[in-house]
């Protein structure tokens, strides 16, 4: 059975290939397309794993949502996605509980690959 995981992102043609490739892998995937709508699903269910982007439209960015869980659901893997690629966003995500980071533009291979290291680490727990 697949792992149940949150996507928060809001460019809606990277929600359609992010959700794709997930569900390929036969994991069920829940999509929000803001911080805030991401911090809604976070308290009212339970995911095995969230991936977001770190720009979100609203006052709650991607960094925020890694704390939020972080401080919620110790247990469950973050990966942030961006754009805005650094090695100090990188570092600031890790520090922040993030599990990875991985930048745009990503290739499906190396996507993939994060979930599922991400996966096998909750198994762990």
Known sequence: MGASILLVE?????????RGLLRREGHAAEV???GSEAVELITDGSFDLVLTDLSLPDDVSGLDLVRHVHAQSPGTPVILITAYGS???AKEAVSAGAFDYVPKPFNNDELRAAVRRALASGDQL
């Open 32 to 34: 929000a397309s803001t």
């Open 87 to 89: 090695e100090h966003i």
């Open 10 to 18: 809001d460019e809606p043609g990277i929600q359609l290939a992010i």
